[in-house]
């Protein structure tokens, strides 16, 4: 059964303080995936990653940064939250299954920041 | 400019009965489709994909086409279970870059029973 987790469900930092999100795949999925979900927005894709220490910026990265250090392990980073910065986070991995593609989501981390 | 379109924020169909979600693209690059449902303060699952060398994907109750000169693609749930009310997403992507998948607004099912 694919599994992606999240390290915590719910998170509550203060303004400034440095976050960490992390995410670990079972699928050995090349691709991992950092998006962020708002009401009315939909899901927009903050960073991705298609191999080890590899990163693309996705539609939003401005005030995030990312990890790949291992194949199964993708972090997202907050270096310095911003109360808009609050939302829910999912991280996602994927890759190529016999003509088609797959994606599967963590359980998502909704961040407060106050 | 949304690259993935949902037009109809929600749907509502009788049980049993055919649900037909509707997504539209405008990047004629986009070679891979994802449908997602989402229930509330849970994750997306994934539930089917085609890529562009096909037309059809059937996965038990859930079979996606996709119409490449219209740009058009849609997921149809037959039977409709009360179970299937969710918000789905359809989701696109390039190869060529590398599978940074672009998601639609979302349409919220209700299957009425």
Redesign the interface.
């Known amino acids: 059964d694919v599994k992606v987790t999240q390290s915590s469900r719910y998170l509550v930092k203060r303004t400034g303080e440095k976050v960490f999100l992390e995410c670990v795949q079972d699928m050995d999925h090349e691709n991992m995936f950092w998006y962020r979900q708002d009401p009315g927005l939909g899901l927009r894709l903050i960073y991705f990653s298609y191999d080890v220490k590899m990163k693309e910026k996705g539609d939003i990265p401005e005030g995030y940064s990312v990890s790949r250090e291992k194949k199964e392990r993708f972090s997202l980073i907050l270096e310095s939250a911003s109360t808009n910065q609050t939302s829910m986070y999912l991280c996602a991995s994927g890759g190529v299954k016999g003509d088609s593609y797959e994606q599967y989501f963590g359980p998502g981390t909704r961040l407060t920041v106050t | 400019d949304q690259q993935v379109k949902q037009n109809s924020p929600s749907l509502s169909v009788q049980e049993g009965r055919i649900s037909i979600l509707n997504c539209d693209y405008t990047n004629s690059m986009f070679d891979?489709f994802?449908w997602?449902k989402k229930y509330p303060?849970?994750?997306?699952?994934?539930l089917i994909?085609?890529?562009s060398?096909?037309d059809k994907?059937e996965d038990g109750r859930f079979t996606v086409f996709l119409n490449k000169s219209a740009k058009h693609l849609s997921l149809h749930i037959v039977p409709s279970q009360p179970g299937d009310s969710a918000v789905y997403?359809c989701?696109a992507?390039a190869r060529n870059y590398?599978?940074?998948?672009?998601?639609?607004?979302?349409t919220r099912l209700s299957v009425l029973p």
């Open positions: 891979y994802l997602y303060a849970e994750g997306p699952t994934f994909s085609i890529s060398i096909k994907n997403f989701a992507s590398g599978q940074n998948f672009v998601f639609g607004p979302g």
